[in-house]
């Protein structure tokens, strides 16, 4: 709901030449925090950690529109961070652990549906009751939507079987905590792809109003309604045909698809570039997250979804610092930004070829 203004916000406080960290930061902290979310997920629970993440959104909510200092805003920006550490690690274990491996990626890509339909409706909400009722309102009502997760989640059966109870040292993290060796393939795919997402969170919002869209949300409506509707069938097809073969298809649609917004200068072209970007990644994610947990062992689930989302998090970070530091407020650098990044996209598939034939070899 909130991203799509954030840009503007910072703007007002006279300081539109860091748009970059807007998102970078928010992920920095999501990325540091997974460690501790991937070991309180095998340890303390799924349920709970779900909660925590759920809660923070809740509460940053209702900070944002208290903070009035440039450093207060970014402060915030870290500290709203721990809720994506937190939500989505403990949700996909939740969801491996009550649906069997062999529909693990259709599963996943349900889970991936849903957080696309939020995705699509929420930015052109959030941008419409920005437009209509003003930003704090905004913040309020994206705070009442993290209340409606925290009441469905603290329903929820707890799934992970030998608890603990909570304790400080379960926060105490090893360096053997940190990071699952075994999902670091899925790592590298995951970072290569998603930072084309920190490059689009960062310049589309400044891009549709340079292009004449008033509301900022509509590329992420096209975008995520096209992901929605390909995830319907992705997720089967990761199943049926193996993880491999999708992500090779995954990868090119989105590389491509940030090649589109790069050279079409137009709001047609915008869109179109949107729809195919939701293709690949709603064929793309499934794959992904399903070969994470195929890489994975069981009592480890937590920490190897973590340690994909780190990846996910350096990625779109990396993305977002990048973009915004060579854009600096500069729009006719936007185009040359993303097809660059539409490159570094393509990396991942030659990953993947590289990883697929070493497998072979050594299988």
Known sequence: MIIPELPNHLSSMGAGEHKGLIIALFTLTAGISRPFSGKLTDRWGRVPVMAVGSVVCLICGF???VISSVTGFFFLRLIHGFSTGFKPTAT???VADIIPQHRWGEALGMHGLCFSIGSAVGPAVGSYIALHYGINTMFYSSSFFAFLSIVIVINMRETLANRHRFSVR???IRRDEIIERRVLPAGIVTLLSYSGYGVILTLIPDWSEHLGLTNKGLFFTAYTLSSIAIRFVSGKIADRYGRIRVMYVGVSIVAFAVL???????KQGMILGAIVYGVGTGILSPAVNAWTIDLSLPQHRGKAMATMYI???AGIGGGAILAGYI??????????I???NSFVIFLAFFYIIYWDVKNKRTS
């Open 92 to 94: 996909s274990a939740y």
């Open 338 to 340: 993303f097809v660059v």
């Open 63 to 65: 900070l944002y529109p």
């Open 311 to 313: 990846a996910l998090e």
């Open 327 to 336: 854009y600096s407020d500069q729009i006719e650098r936007i185009s040359s």
């Open 170 to 172: 379960l926060l105490q």
């Open 260 to 266: 589109l917004l790069g050279i079409g200068d137009s």
